[in-house]
C-alpha cells in the first residue's frame, strides 16, 4: 500500500517589528524619509549609503549602519533598495562580491523602490528565484512630500503572497 504524499502547505505571518529585521539600501532624499517610518514603527533596521552623512539621520534614530549591500543583506529578512539609477540598482542587489542577493539567506525578499527598467526587475527576479528568495519590483510615486509625510503611491509587482506579507511596512510608507 503506497502512502499518500504529504503536502505542506507554508503559512507566513504577516511582517512585523517582532519578526522580520529590515535592511536599507539608499538613503537620499526619499530613501531616508521613507526608512524613517520603519524606524519609528520599531523595525529593527540596517542601512547603507555609500555617503555615510546621508545615512547619520537614521542611526542617530536607531539604525544600524553595514558597510555594505552584502552586509545588509546578511542581517535582514527583507531589503528595500531605492537609489539613482538602473545601473546602481544592478551593482547593489546583484554583484556577486557585494550585493545584497549573495547575503540574503533563502525565503528573504528584496523589494526594489527605485524607477528602473522591467528587464532589470526581471533579471532581479530570476536571480533571487535561483537562490530560493523572492523579488518585487515596488517603484513608488509622490516625490519627496510623500516619501515625508508616508503617502506615496507604491506600485508593487510580484508574488501576491510575498506583497501580501510585505503590505504592513508598504502601508507605512504610503
Given at each position: 500500500?503506497?502512502?499518500?504524499?504529504?503536502?505542506?502547505?507554508?503559512?507566513?505571518?504577516?511582517?512585523?517589528?517582532?519578526?522580520?529585521?529590515?535592511?536599507?539600501?539608499?538613503?537620499?532624499?526619499?530613501?531616508?524619509?521613507?526608512?524613517?517610518?520603519?524606524?519609528?514603527?520599531?523595525?529593527?533596521?540596517?542601512?547603507?549609503?555609500?555617503?555615510l552623512s546621508k545615512a547619520q539621520p537614521l542611526?542617530?534614530?536607531?539604525?544600524?549602519?553595514?558597510?555594505?549591500?552584502?552586509?545588509v543583506a546578511s542581517q535582514s529578512d527583507v531589503?528595500?533598495?531605492?537609489?539613482?539609477?538602473?545601473?546602481?540598482?544592478?551593482?547593489?542587489?546583484?554583484?556577486?562580491?557585494?550585493?545584497?542577493l549573495p547575503g540574503l539567506r533563502p525565503g528573504?525578499?528584496?523589494?526594489?523602490?527605485?524607477?528602473?527598467?522591467?528587464?532589470?526587475?526581471?533579471?532581479?527576479?530570476?536571480?533571487?528565484?535561483?537562490?530560493?528568495?523572492?523579488?518585487?519590483?515596488?517603484?513608488?510615486?509622490?516625490?519627496?512630500?510623500?516619501?515625508?509625510?508616508?503617502?506615496?503611491?507604491?506600485?508593487?509587482?510580484?508574488?501576491?503572497?510575498?506583497?501580501?506579507?510585505?503590505?504592513?511596512?508598504?502601508?507605512?510608507?504610503?
Amino acid at each position: 500500500m503506497a502512502a499518500a504524499a504529504a503536502t505542506t502547505t507554508t503559512i507566513f505571518e504577516p511582517m512585523s517589528p517582532s519578526n522580520t529585521r529590515v535592511g536599507w539600501i539608499g538613503t537620499g532624499v526619499m530613501g531616508s524619509s521613507m526608512c524613517s517610518h520603519l524606524v519609528k514603527a520599531g523595525y529593527e533596521v540596517t542601512v547603507f549609503n555609500r555617503t555615510l552623512s546621508k545615512a547619520q539621520p537614521l542611526i542617530d534614530m536607531g539604525a544600524r549602519l553595514a558597510q555594505s549591500p552584502l552586509a545588509v543583506a546578511s542581517q535582514s529578512d527583507v531589503v528595500f533598495s531605492i537609489v539613482g539609477f538602473p545601473s546602481d540598482v544592478r551593482s547593489v542587489l546583484l554583484d556577486s562580491t557585494s550585493g545584497a542577493l549573495p547575503g540574503l539567506r533563502p525565503g528573504g525578499v528584496l523589494v526594489d523602490m527605485t524607477t528602473s527598467e522591467p528587464s532589470l526587475a526581471a533579471e532581479i527576479s530570476a536571480a533571487a528565484t535561483i537562490k530560493g528568495c523572492h523579488s518585487v519590483d515596488a517603484p513608488v510615486s509622490g516625490g519627496d512630500r510623500g516619501a515625508k509625510n508616508g503617502s506615496l503611491a507604491i506600485f508593487a509587482g510580484g508574488d501576491k503572497t510575498v506583497i501580501d506579507r510585505l503590505s504592513p511596512l508598504f502601508a507605512l510608507m504610503g
